[in-house]
């Protein structure tokens, strides 16, 4: 079984908090984000995978509404900050 992690971060002026299951496979980690706030958790339906490869950040941008963009953007930056990595 995968780490888990909590992680805050700024969303929109507010607070917001998340929780991210982090699975290592071979020459990739992927980390499968649970937002914390019901509203911003239904966003993220679908599309709440961010990817680590090669010590970088990688987000699904494709078809993606504003703020749902905005959202995973503001999870993925936080996330980066915390892994010391860069999107």
Request: proline fraction near 0%.
């Given at each position: 079984?995968?780490?888990?992690?909590?992680?805050?971060f700024?969303?929109?002026?507010?607070?917001?908090?998340?929780?991210?299951?982090?699975?290592?496979?071979?020459?990739?980690?992927?980390?499968?984000?649970?937002?914390?706030?019901?509203?911003l958790?239904?966003?993220?339906?679908?599309n709440?995978?961010?990817?680590?490869?090669?010590?970088?950040?990688?987000?699904?941008?494709?078809?993606?509404?504003?703020?749902?963009?905005?959202?995973?953007?503001?999870?993925?930056?936080?996330?980066?900050?915390?892994?010391?990595?860069?999107?």
């Open positions: 079984m995968g780490r888990l992690l909590s992680l805050g700024e969303f929109m002026g507010t607070r917001q908090q998340t929780l991210i299951r982090v699975k290592e496979e071979e020459a990739r980690v992927e980390y499968c984000i649970t937002v914390l706030n019901a509203e958790e239904e966003l993220l339906v679908g709440n995978i961010i990817i680590e490869e090669d010590n970088r950040l990688k987000i699904d941008m494709t078809a993606q509404q504003d703020e749902q963009a905005m959202l995973k953007k503001a999870i993925a930056t936080a996330l980066g900050k915390y892994l010391n990595r860069q999107l």
